[in-house]
């Protein structure tokens, strides 16, 4: 009887073992959602990895209120500069004998929607001059809007290309500050004023035109 029951009490040690092993594997799954009513924690999901020797970190995904990101691409179809030679064209051709309506001078709507602000975003940029830019430069700000379309802080700049020199930063970081002087305060309906309040909005700007490559390189 004494060899049986040692027997039974090997057997339940190995299936225990057998029982933790698994859990450990399914510990290192990505992502890994279980949790136990006795662990008297409350509950998250977490992110592990048999490579990392620390514990799991909580997992969320999707979140209410992540930030809004943004992305403006300069190129050479683009680029501000045609667009203000066509403007001198056609200002000249008002100053020949046409006049702007009341309708283009008035003020434009209030924008109700976050394509609308991207929109309004996208018109502020203007590009360094292109002796001045680099190809394949990339530079992200971070910042929030209140609910009258004034922003909260100075923007944060999350990211500029590595390679690029203190110089070129700067460069861009003056066309950056102009576009958002430029635009700001944003005019707002009262829902959408009170959508964005507060929330990160992240803008890329991303120049891809031509220019000097022995000046992109310096």
Not at 12 to 24: E, R
Not at 80 to 100: C, F, M
Not at 151 to 159: D, E
Request: charged share 20%; aromatic share 8%; net charge neutral.
């Amino acid at each position: 009887m004494g060899l049986l029951r040692n027997a039974k009490v090997l057997t339940f040690a190995v299936i225990g073992l057998d029982a933790a092993g698994a859990l450990g594997v399914a510990g290192a799954q990505t992502p890994q959602s279980q949790f136990s009513v006795l662990s008297g924690r409350p509950y998250h999901p977490t992110f592990c990895s048999v490579f990392q020797r620390r514990p799991c970190q909580p997992y969320y995904e999707g979140a209410i209120g992540e930030d809004l990101r943004l992305t403006v691409v300069s190129t050479d179809e683009n680029d501000p500069a045609k667009s203000a030679s066509n403007g001198d064209t056609a200002k000249s051709t008002n100053e020949q004998g046409s006049t702007a309506t009341e309708a283009e001078k008035a003020e434009p709507p209030p924008l109700d929607s976050i394509r609308a602000m991207y929109a309004a975003l996208r018109g502020c940029w203007v590009p360094p001059p292109r002796d001045d830019a680099r190809h394949g430069m990339q530079y992200t700000i971070r910042f929030a809007f209140k609910r009258d379309g004034a922003i909260v802080a100075p923007p944060r700049v999350t990211y500029a290309s590595h390679d690029a020199p203190p110089a070129v930063r700067e460069v861009y970081r003056e066309a950056v500050d102009a576009a958002l002087k430029r635009c700001t305060p944003l005019h707002f309906t009262d829902a959408m004023g009170n959508a964005v309040a507060g929330r990160p909005i992240a803008i890329r700007f991303v120049d891809n035109r031509t220019v000097d490559t022995a000046k992109s390189q310096q």
